[in-house]
């Protein structure tokens, strides 16, 4: 099956500790984006790559880092210097050339 | 409606009635958009799409209309189902030369469906 996974769906942390969610996506896709979702609100962009070793800031990227070593993969860190880091987190990717982003199913991230 | 920027909308409809979800952009430059649907504790899925060259598109049971001389877009949805009960949201994009347009995306409209 092709498509955009993220792992894991939940997860918890206790604040002050760095988290890292995954994305992969086999779909060979070039772009990949992070978006962060708080409740009742729309996607917020954090980070975008178009190409591998290449990556850009969104409109929210502080207290957050990103890598893109591979194509698939486009891991997103949270760092404890993220002042409200409890959110959905989504994850996309979008094939050359186009602007539909296929997005993945999500990760839950509460932090107390 | 919704807007960028604005607190999320609701609408409520009667199944087999048709929906109108509304949208408001900015950004005149924009030249793609884009409708979502998401469900709840899920990722979005694509609906439709359509070109700034374009004023109207159709898809099944969906129409996308666009108007840019007043920067608005609608969704349409014929019939509603109880399945369609989700956030939909709209989604606009410049991409200005560059090769994968960056979305800006609006509040999201909750449509909730009766049986």
């Known amino acids: 099956d092709g498509g955009i996974t993220q792992s894991p769906k939940y997860l918890f942390r206790k604040e002050g500790q760095n988290v890292t969610l995954s994305c992969e996506q086999n779909?060979?896709?070039?772009?990949m984006y992070w978006y962060r979702q708080d409740p009742g609100q729309g996607l917020r962009l954090i980070y975008y790559?178009?190409?591998?070793?290449?990556?850009q800031k969104g409109d929210i990227a502080e207290g957050y880092s990103v890598s893109r070593e591979k194509k698939e993969s486009f891991p997103l860190t949270v760092t404890s210097a993220q002042k409200n880091p409890t959110a959905f987190y989504l994850c996309a990717s979008t094939p050359g050339g186009s602007y539909e982003q296929y997005f993945g199913p999500g990760t839950r991230l509460t932090v107390t | 409606g919704e807007s960028v920027g604005l607190h999320l909308p609701t609408l409520s409809v009667q199944e087999g009635d048709n929906s109108i979800i509304n949208c408001a952009y900015s950004?005149?430059?924009?030249?793609?958009f884009i409708w979502y649907k998401q469900e709840s504790g899920k990722g979005p899925q694509f609906i439709i799409d359509i070109r700034s060259n374009m004023d109207k598109r159709q898809g099944q049971r969906v129409t996308v209309l666009l108007n840019k001389t007043v920067k608005h877009l609608s969704l349409q949805i014929a019939a509603t189902q109880p399945g369609d009960s989700a956030v939909y949201f709209c989604a606009e994009s410049n991409a200005g030369g560059t090769s994968y347009g960056k979305l800006t995306f609006g509040q999201g409209t909750i449509l909730t469906v009766h049986p």
């Open positions: 950004n005149s430059a924009s030249d793609y």
């Open positions: 779909l060979n896709h070039d772009a």
């Open positions: 790559s178009q190409i591998v070793n290449d990556f």
